[in-house]
């Protein structure tokens, strides 16, 4: 009888073996944690960059400065319109943060369904041309600040900025804000390509 009594109690080993069904289960939880984890990072550095694009396309749409004096002919006055270098930067930072702000909702789908890798694949093809014409605008407008510092010599074109301090100021800050969201978009894609290598 005591032996009946012993054998009876051997199946509780069967309950240690059902309380480890959790802890297999727990690596899949971790994993959609930390891609979750990682979309949620994506989209605060959206809500980022819209932001700094919305900066560098108001920065530089208001810059315009008139000089206080003027002759019977000339007024002295200088306007990003009056540069297509600087119209084409307004007009490419105002088409990424709207692409950027289109952009939320797949950044959210990537939130609610971490796993799914249909968002991430259209995000990171679409981020890569935002990227690539911020950077052509950014660049295209930072050589054309660069010369309204120090002017060419070789081509007699002059430095204005010494007369023109607003304008220059306003549109060099539009140009560091561009550079700053070339920056966040780079962070963008590497997330991206991150979170599709684990999938």
């Known amino acids: 009888m005591m032996r009946e009594s012993t054998e009876i109690d051997m199946p509780e080993s069967s309950s240690v073996s059902k ?6 289960a727990a690596p899949m939880k971790e994993k959609g944690g930390y891609k979750k984890g990682i979309a949620i990072f994506d989209f605060i550095l959206r809500l980022a960059a819209i932001a700094t694009a919305l900066a560098a396309a108001a920065s530089m749409g208001t810059s315009d400065e008139t000089l ?10 200088a306007s990003y319109d009056d540069l297509p270098t600087f119209q084409f930067f307004v007009i490419a930072m105002a088409i990424v943060a709207g692409y950027l702000v289109l952009s939320l909702p797949f950044s959210i789908v ?8 249909g968002p991430r694949l259209l995000l990171i093809i679409l981020d890569t041309v935002a990227l690539t014409l911020n950077t052509a605008a950014g660049a295209a407008a930072a050589a054309i600040v660069y010369l309204a510092h120090n002017g060419n010599s070789s081509t007699n074109w002059l430095a204005i900025c010494q007369q023109f301090g607003d304008f220059c ?8 804000a561009s550079f700053i969201t070339v920056v966040i978009f780079v962070f963008l894609l590497v997330l991206s390509a991150f979170a599709l290598r684990r999938h």
């Open 110 to 117: 990537a939130i609610v369904r971490p796993h799914a890798a």
């Open 169 to 176: 100021q306003k549109s060099s800050g539009a140009v560091v």
């Open 68 to 77: 206080p004096f003027f002759t019977q002919f000339f007024q002295f006055q």
């Open 19 to 24: 309380g480890e069904a959790p802890l297999i």
